[in-house]
Structures are given as C-alpha cells and as structure tokens.
C-alpha cells in the first residue's frame, strides 16, 4: 500500500465514522457530558449533512457545475472532524500549547487528506474544501461548545473507545454507504436511474 493510498484510508468513512463513536465513548467514559453532548449531535449532524448532500446530487442532479461541486466529501469532512478531536482529547491533561499544537496537527492530517482527494482526482477542489471546512466546524464547535470546566480524561476512558471503535468498524463491513444513498435518491425521485457523483 503506498503512502497516498494510507494517507486516503484515514479519510475512509469505514474509519472515521467508528473513531467518531470510539471518542464519544471516550467521552461518555470520562464524564465529560457536554463534550460528549456537543461531539454527537455536531458529529451527527455534519456526517448527516454528507450524506443528504450525496443524495440529493444522485437523485436531481445539479450541483455547482463551474466549480465542479457535487456533493461534500464525506472523507474530508470525515477526517477534519475526527483526527482533529483525536490529538486534541490525547493532548487535553497538557499544557495549552500541547493541546493547540495537537488540534493543527489534526486540522492539517485533515486538510492534507482534502488535498490529496484534489490530487488524486476523487474529488474536486471545491467539494474537498468544502468537506474540510465543515469537518473543521464540528470539531472546534465541539470543543468551544463542549470542553469548558472540562475535567481532564483519563486515559482509562481509552477501553471503552477502543471497544467501540473495534465493533463499529466490524459493523461497517456491512454498511454499504453507497448503495443505500442510491436507494434513498431513487425512493425519493421515483427514478430508475441516478446521476453519477
């Protein structure tokens, strides 16, 4: 597997939705409620967002033909969403420095992944950059909504989320994304057919 092919993966909705669940279960673990509350409706909300914008293209069409936009990129937003917390919650018992450094850390592993997307013609510019903005969004909403009079987390909240990540990315292997947003454009239209994203 090359380099760009891992740096791809890491975007994978087959990832980044069971590392959602994983670091809200590290959430839920830790106490850290309003976190956990913040993290999962934004979460919810911009995967879901994905999800009807890829719908809503398959089924009518449209888009933004002059900037080449579709639909968001779930693996954009994905990642800008996830790895972004990800640092940031193994950073939060450091000092402030620590934990801004591990969120740009996290905000450029997900920019690189929107870019990479561009390079390798799976996305167009506008569709990357929109999905790393809203990743982006859930993630530092989360925390500005959700981590103040945080209390620190302990790593011990990591059993539960290795837990939850391991059983949610054992289920994904069934949830076929694709097949069931062509099936909701096609309930939705009435069409037999949908536009190519």
């Not at 420095?97 to 390079?119: D, E, H, K, P, Y």
């Not at 990540?165 to 239209?189: D, E, P, V």
Request: glycine share 14%.
């Amino acid at each position: 597997m090359s380099a760009l092919t891992f740096l791809l993966h890491l975007g994978d909705p087959r990832v980044t939705m069971p590392l959602g669940l994983a670091l809200l279960a590290w959430m839920l673990a830790a106490r850290a409620w309003r976190l956990a509350l913040w993290w999962g409706l934004l979460l919810g909300a911009g995967l879901g967002l994905v999800g009807v914008s890829k719908i809503v293209f398959l089924g009518w069409g449209g888009g933004v033909p002059w900037l080449g936009y579709k639909a968001l990129s779930g693996h954009a937003a994905g990642s800008s969403a996830v790895w972004p917390m990800l640092f940031w919650m193994l950073a939060h018992g450091r000092a402030d420095g620590w934990r801004a450094r591990a969120l740009r850390i996290g905000l450029g592993l997900g920019a690189l992944i929107g870019a990479l997307l561009v390079a390798a013609d799976q996305h167009s510019a506008a569709e990357a950059l929109a999905g790393c903005l809203l990743g982006a969004a859930v993630c530092l909403g989360s925390i500005r909504l959700g981590a103040a009079g945080m209390p620190a987390l302990p790593l011990t909240g990591l059993l539960p989320g290795m837990l939850a990540l391991c059983t949610a990315a054992w289920l994904m292997k069934w949830a076929h994304l694709g097949y069931w947003m062509i099936r909701a454009a096609r309930l939705l239209t009435g069409n037999t057919h949908v536009y190519p994203l």
